[in-house]
């Protein structure tokens, strides 16, 4: 009989959630990630913003609140301390029209009971002057916002990881999990195709937009049963454009971002900087009918709502000025129509289920790993 356990942890995906629970556990337990691309972060850790969000949107007491917060402390002091890429530009969230106003209050107040620090009411004239040739009855300037640079976050997690002994196998597929003696035997296809078992204590799903998948295995119902929280996702795609003319992405100072759509399901279409001074519009949102695969091609037949979108921000936008950009996905907990759910951090005998991570799941991945130790029983 094969040994009770190989390893402490299998962590399943090397997105920024995965690597940074990697980096959080292995200097505690003996630790494997298993990824079945052929590096970090292929699906939604790269294929977003890279947005350090300040947790504003967010009911309180949700772990999006909670985790996006403290996360953001983490990640800039993380980035600091291992020469991480980042840019502090801070948020302007924008109310165009006069009547918008008492809903810009509403999500201050909100914000601040929440516990967001350095937020700042400004009136038409502070915001030009922030953000010179924006017309615009009020905002919100959020000072903590900012952006990153994802990938280099992302190797110095693994890095991180690494030189506590973490195993690292990409191109390892899991293709089965179940509960053996205690643990779990978890079943993996190596590059060669050749199939293999490793048993583990634990199992921590990072999986990303397959994670339902990957619990599904252990013969949980995705769909929720007395044994376990519903985890299904629905996928959403959100595409961007870049803004090539410089002479409109020099104007761009700050993040902008327009008041989020009254039931919370999105945050519209905003305008984001990167680490290299990049602009960027977007995204849009579309879901996808089930099992549809996966296309991270750009979209350039978005481009006349793109326009029409952009022009808000910059009304001489013209069509040669974007360029297709980016596109990525979102899991999502809720189906179409309905209100929008918080993180699902489940955990049950040994497995740690993470489901509809979407953002501010970058902001917040150094907290989440943090949460994950405390439901292991490893930290207090």
Partial sequence: MRPTADLDVAIVGAGVVGLA?????????????LERHHTYGMEN???NSGVIHAGIYYPPG???TVLCIEGNRLLYQWADEHRVPYRRLGKLIIAWQEEELPALHRLLEGARANGVPELHLLSSAEVARLQPGLRAAGAIFSATSGVVD??????????EARAHGAL???????????RHAGGFLVRYRSPDGAEEELGVRYVVNCAGLQADRIGSMLGYDPDGSPHNPPFRHFIN???????????????????????????????????????????HLGPDAQWLPKDASLDFRSCPEALPQFLEGGRQFFPDLQAEDLAPGQVGYRPKLHPPGQGPRDFLIWHH???????????????ASLAIAQHVAQLLGLVR
């Fill in 168 to 178: 690292v196998a990409f191109r390892h597929e899991v293709i089965g999990l179940r």
């Fill in 150 to 159: 994802q990938m280099a976050f992302m190797r110095s997690l693994l890095e």
């Fill in 237 to 279: 795609r959100g595409a961007y454009f870049d803004v090539v003319r410089k002479e409109v992405a020099a104007r761009v100072r700050h993040l902008l971002y327009p008041l989020p759509h009254q039931d919370r399901t999105g945050l519209g279409l905003h305008v984001t900087l990167d680490v290299d001074g990049n602009v």
């Fill in 62 to 64: 949700w772990l999006k």
């Fill in 21 to 33: 629970v990697a980096a959080q556990l292995a200097p505690r337990l003996s630790v494997a990630i």
């Fill in 45 to 47: 850790s790269s294929h």
């Fill in 349 to 363: 005998q040994g497995y740690v289920h993470l489901g509809g991570i979407e953002s501010p799941g970058l902001t």
